[in-house]
């Protein structure tokens, strides 16, 4: 499984691909350094001290690889974390590798060089070296994971509006964050404030000379930015393609539902006893019942008897299927909404 996807990821959309495709192969260079070969590295280093702790050692002293243990279990989590949820947040990159990265240092190569030194005193220039490789090597991945993200988001094109990727526009009067589904912002023309907006409630998005417009039912907000066209396209870029999202998702829950209407009008229930049997919809409805002959030597009270625990139990198995695909249909809905 390929760590960091070649093709820009959550884009469907083939020419937006191919117009950030330049600019993922760079970004996406700098982040399997920063957050995947840097941070094994000093894992690895770590793993060394370890190995180097026990030289002249009969036994091994089990404590001395836990700085290993910790640097690995580090490093393991950036790239689970990468893997999972991180490339959709290019703004998490920096302090998620240095996190980690700074992690590996404190629990892992300072720990390790200093259990190194006690033990093998004779390595203490290998050790050394070791340690600052270590701490370059950290040092290196937060300012590799900083150019990934510029080298991303940095002058933002059009086309990362049709991306779920946050952008932010900084000015000397605002800062704004277009988000998947809403637009915020942050002025400090005098006193700070804060303010933001769903796309749902934008009507039009307009341009001034120094700032944009963004315009709902209850009132227009003017928001100061350094390029008014620039903000303004992209800003447009991103409501149609939330838009469309949104639409897709619609149509993705109407089909869902259809079929799901389409599996529960197809169940039925069963149930047999005593030359009964009896089918029942998955209203618990009965829709059949059929008599062989041997009930004939029935007494008509055990005969209604029987019929009933047949309707009682055929009902049973209908509900069960329905409570089953029902329960199946939410999981599958709540899996999808996770991813």
């Not at 049709?162 to 526009?169: E, G, I, N, Y």
């Not at 350094?226 to 897709?248: H, S």
Request: overall charge positive.
């Amino acid at each position: 499984m390929t760590l960091i996807p070649r093709a820009i990821p959550l884009i469907n959309d083939p020419q937006v691909v191919q117009a950030l495709a330049a600019r993922w192969r760079r970004t996406r260079t700098l982040l399997l350094l920063s957050a995947g070969v840097l941070p094994v590295a000093i894992g690895i280093v770590c793993v060394v001290l370890a190995g180097m702790s026990s030289a002249g050692q009969q036994i091994m002293p089990w404590w001395s690889a836990i700085p290993a243990v910790a640097a690995a279990a580090c490093a393991w989590a950036l790239l689970t974390w990468l893997r999972r949820n991180g490339l959709s947040d290019p703004h998490s990159w920096l302090p998620a590798t240095t996190l980690m990265t700074g992690a590996q240092l404190v629990l892992g190569v300072l720990p390790g060089s200093g259990i190194a030194l006690r033990l093998s005193p004779g390595a203490a220039i290998a050790v050394k070296a070791l340690c600052a490789a270590g701490v370059l090597g950290a040092g290196s991945a937060s300012a590799l994971a900083r150019l990934a993200h510029r080298s991303l988001l940095s002058a933002p094109v059009l086309e990362l509006g049709s991306t779920a990727f946050p952008l932010v526009l900084d000015s000397s009067g605002a800062r704004v964050v277009i988000g998947t589904d809403r637009v915020d912002w942050t002025t400090r023309g005098g006193s700070r404030v804060d303010a933001g907006v769903s796309f749902a409630r934008i009507l039009r998005v307009t341009a001034h000379a120094h700032a944009i417009a963004v315009h709902t039912a209850s009132g227009s907000w003017t928001v100061p930015v350094a390029d008014p066209q620039a903000a303004q396209a992209l800003l447009r870029r991103r409501i149609a393609w939330w838009e469309e999202c949104r639409d897709a998702a619609s149509e993705r829950e109407q089909r869902r539902y259809l079929d799901l209407v389409t599996l529960l009008a197809a169940i039925s229930g069963e149930a047999s006893r005593g030359g009964i049997t009896v089918t029942v919809d998955s209203n618990g409805l009965t829709t059949g019942i059929e008599l062989s002959p041997e009930i004939r030597e029935l007494d008509p009270e055990v005969l209604a008897a029987q019929l009933m625990a047949c309707v009682q139990k055929a009902r049973a198995h209908a509900r069960r299927q329905v409570q089953d695909l029902v329960l199946d249909h939410a999981d599958d809905q709540l899996a999808k909404a996770t991813h």
